[in-house]
């Protein structure tokens, strides 16, 4: 059970931010000093100290503090979104902001801001003068401090001290809980009795065409996919009323956990791109979070595996719904062209399946091994797809092994 946090250290982030936000950086920084030993377990408290010594200049104090955030939380979004932005105003070239970003979405593929940020490095007319002028409000959200307000004040009274309130109407819970029955049980009506489609899809439609190789799971993996389970008895697993319009749609619980179970038993046999279909279909519906959780803890164990299988996608598979793909292993052939390289690798871009007078699709490849190859080359690349970029919506595939075709 985490320990609640000491009120006074609420005091402290309080003022602290209020200073930051009337762009008193300074005043922040010696507020959060002075609270550094209460706050030294805190990631809030010391993203909220390095973004405020950022804007104070004092780089040297903010990278000590960043080093405590990655010990403590390095999950942590806004320090993810941080850390992709420091990593863009240090890179040397395009490609080596784009490879950062890249990096930081895996972890948090669904993150607008990233995403933003990926945008932008990509659509740069000039990548000089847009990394210069990038600031870090454009990239990375500094929220409030959690906790009550009167946590502002001196606290002169124990939690029990404080007066309560009796409601002037004592049942507002419970009439504000049947009206969203109320809701629920009307839309429910409405779906079956007019029928309503939603976007879904049959698997079977994806077509796994590498059928050679074999992967064989340890004990120790097989028991971390069964110890993974979406727990509830199926209540609270989705929501019916969403407000963002999410690209799938589970019209109940028990739909969500059969499609989920369903892939566990998947990746158990091996299948791994088949499960990360279904995976990813619950990270982009209207699955609840702690379903999305588990679906992305599952979808990173397939992506962090070193057993795979590659598999020959047909790229218009992969244009309907890139983002069922993700952490997919593709076997792709194609003409090599447009080679750059910076200090951690090679990025190029290949024509698949290139007969001189037409292609399926292009890809964007990232090896960090460097590979010896040159363009005009034929390759064969084994990979695993991470997202789409550009306006054209081009895959973007992390090579793994890279074969020049003779």
Known sequence: ?????????????????????????????????QAKDSLRNDHYGLFLH??????????????????????????????????AFLALKSSTDREEALADYISALEKNPSDKLLRKGLHLIETSAD????????????????????????????????????PHRTSRFPYKKLVYVLLAVLVVSIIALIIFKWGFKFADFKFTDFKF???????????????????TELRGSGFGLINKINKDKTPEFYPSEDALLRDFNEAKQLMKKGEFNKAALMLNKISNSNASFPAKEKSEFLIRFIIDSDERVYDNIDMKQIGEK?????????RLIGKVA?????????AFSIMVDYDGKSVKGICEI????????????????????????GKGGIPYILAEKISVIK
Do not use: W
Request: one cysteine or more; proline letters at 3%; aromatic letters at 12%.
């Open 1 to 33: 059970m985490k320990a609640k946090r000491d009120k006074t250290e609420f005091s402290y982030l309080h003022e602290a931010y209020k200073y930051f936000k009337r762009k008193n950086y300074t005043g922040a920084v010696i507020i959060l000093e």
């Open 50 to 83: 390095a973004v405020s010594l950022l804007y104070s200049n004092d780089f040297l104090s903010a990278g000590s503090v960043i080093e405590s955030i990655q010990r403590i939380n390095p999950s942590y979004i806004p320090f993810i979104q941080l850390k």
């Open 127 to 162: 990548f000089s003068k847009f990394q210069r002028e990038i600031k870090i409000s454009d990239l990375v959200h500094i929220p409030k401090p959690k906790g009550k307000i009167r946590y502002l004040k001196a606290y002169k009274y124990s939690e029990k001290d404080l």
């Open 209 to 227: 065409t590498n059928k050679k190789d074999e992967i064989r799971l340890s004990s120790a993996s097989l028991n971390t996919i069964d110890m």
């Open 322 to 330: 890139p983002y069922l793909f993700r952490g997919c292993s593709l």
């Open 338 to 346: 447009n080679i750059k390289e910076n200090k951690d690798g090679t």
């Open 366 to 389: 990232y090896d960090y091994s460097k590979s010896v190859i040159n363009n005009g080359d034929t390759v064969e690349v084994k990979g695993i797809f991470i997202l789409n970029i």
